[in-house]
């Protein structure tokens, strides 16, 4: 199982971005995905995740009203779309799928690479 995130770079504070991750996991469609971000210096964190019926989603209160997590099952496909970027939110964002729940990190089974986030002020 693969999940390749990808989407992530250089942006001003105030602006946006928009990672995807692909799943090469035939049973995509029955996971509950979810974005988790590490910033420098600090631990991995919950960011967003989505029922594997496509709703409903989640969101950590740090990111809620900016950022917008969908997802195609027809293309294997999960999106966190991030407005409003600001110097925070620089991280590695990576997504990951989960059989069971949604919340913590021990839920998810499979992990992409990560992508970067660096956003200036």
């Known amino acids: 199982v693969q999940l390749q995130a990808s989407g992530g770079g250089l942006v001003q504070a105030g602006g946006s971005l928009r990672l995807s991750c692909v799943a090469s996991?035939?049973?995509?469609?029955?996971?509950?995905m979810g974005w988790f971000r590490r910033a420098p210096g600090k631990e991995r964190e919950f960011v967003a995740a989505?029922?594997?019926?496509?709703?409903?989603?989640y969101y950590a209160d740090s990111v809620k009203g900016r950022f917008t997590i969908s997802r195609d099952n027809a293309e294997n496909t999960v999106y966190l779309q991030m407005n409003s970027l600001k110097p925070e939110d620089t991280a590695v964002y990576y997504c990951?799928?989960?059989?069971?729940?949604?919340?913590?990190?021990?839920?998810?089974?499979?992990w992409g690479q990560g992508t970067l986030v660096t956003v200036s002020s």
């Open positions: 989505i029922i594997w019926t496509g709703g409903p989603t």
């Open positions: 996991r035939r049973t995509f469609w029955r996971d509950n």
């Open positions: 990951a799928a989960a059989s069971g729940g949604w919340a913590k990190e021990y839920d998810y089974d499979y």
